[in-house]
């Protein structure tokens, strides 16, 4: 089983919508979740973090689910500028470092 | 801001040639490292340093070394080149392990 497995998506939506997507991890013992963004042919870059009591940070809002072990990411208000690929990034208890999903592409169309 | 600069954006080489990546940072960052990316497959972990010359095998090292001679430096060799390490290699860096990464663009390797 993958340490963090995601969703491909394509999500296709319109501006002005909401989309939503999770991403589930495997090893329990985890203490660090984010997200991070990667434009096409880009380098990703921190999102948000993402704590226990959950996190908003303007349109985006992110929840962490200990007991199903997942993670999600709500993006309100689509705007076209949010088309990219979301990274789930978890940390591996046994060593501490990050472990990287393979991404949500979500795309929003005019 | 941190800074993370690589050497090349993009990359050709042939068969059998070794390959120097170089990574540069400028936050004074203790923790570096590589990753290649594939379509489908995510990030995956090349190999790790925690300090100067100090070094860790990452998931996937075979077919690779590294250099770790001042802080800020982090090098990624190829000693010998072929076709299935053509990638998109991406260098990080961070304050703690467990931190958030600060990314360099990536080099666009193509080994033909």
């Known amino acids: 089983r993958k340490e963090v497995e995601q969703d491909p998506g394509p999500f296709n939506v319109p501006e002005g919508a909401t989309v939503a997507f999770n991403c589930t991890y495997s090893?329990?013992?985890?203490?660090?979740f984010f997200w991070y963004r990667q434009d096409c042919r880009k380098e990703p870059k921190l999102l948000m973090s993402v704590y226990s009591s959950g996190n908003e940070d303007g349109r985006f809002t992110a929840q962490l689910n200990r007991a199903s072990q997942y993670i999600s990411l709500l993006i309100r208000d689509s705007k076209l500028s949010d088309s990219a690929t979301y990274l789930c990034v978890v940390n591996r208890a046994n060593d501490y470092k990050l472990s990287f999903g393979a991404g949500t592409t979500v795309t929003v169309r005019a | 801001d941190v800074k993370v600069t690589q050497s090349s954006r993009y990359l050709v080489k042939r068969t059998g040639e070794k390959v120097f990546l170089e990574c540069v940072q400028d936050m004074d960052h203790e923790n570096m490292f590589w990753y290649r990316q594939d379509p489908g497959l995510g990030l995956r972990l090349i190999y790790f340093?925690?300090?100067?010359?100090?070094?860790e095998k990452g998931d996937i090292p075979e077919g690779y070394s590294v250099s770790r001679e001042k802080k800020e430096r982090f090098s990624l060799i190829l000693e010998s080149a072929s076709t299935n390490q053509t990638s998109m290699y991406l260098c990080?860096?961070?304050?703690?392990?467990?931190?958030?990464?600060?990314f360099g663009p990536g080099t666009r390797l193509t080994v033909l």
């Open positions: 090893n329990s013992a985890s203490q660090s």
């Open positions: 340093s925690y300090d100067v010359k100090m070094k």
């Open positions: 990080a860096s961070s304050y703690q392990v467990t931190d958030t990464q600060y």
